[in-house]
């Protein structure tokens, strides 16, 4: 299963804001900060 936002954007500039974030670099300490609370689940239903 991937998961991945929805863009439903309903206005222009709210498009272009997440195209322009295709683009966006973090650094590895950014990475895995935002990877800390994680928890990764066992896959069911397969």
Known sequence: MVTAPI???????HL??????????LTDEEVARLEE????H???GF
């Open 7 to 13: 863009v439903g954007g309903t206005k222009a500039a």
């Open 16 to 25: 272009d804001d997440a195209v322009a974030a295709v683009g966006l670099s």
């Open 37 to 40: 609370p994680y928890r990764p």
């Open 42 to 44: 066992a896959v069911v």
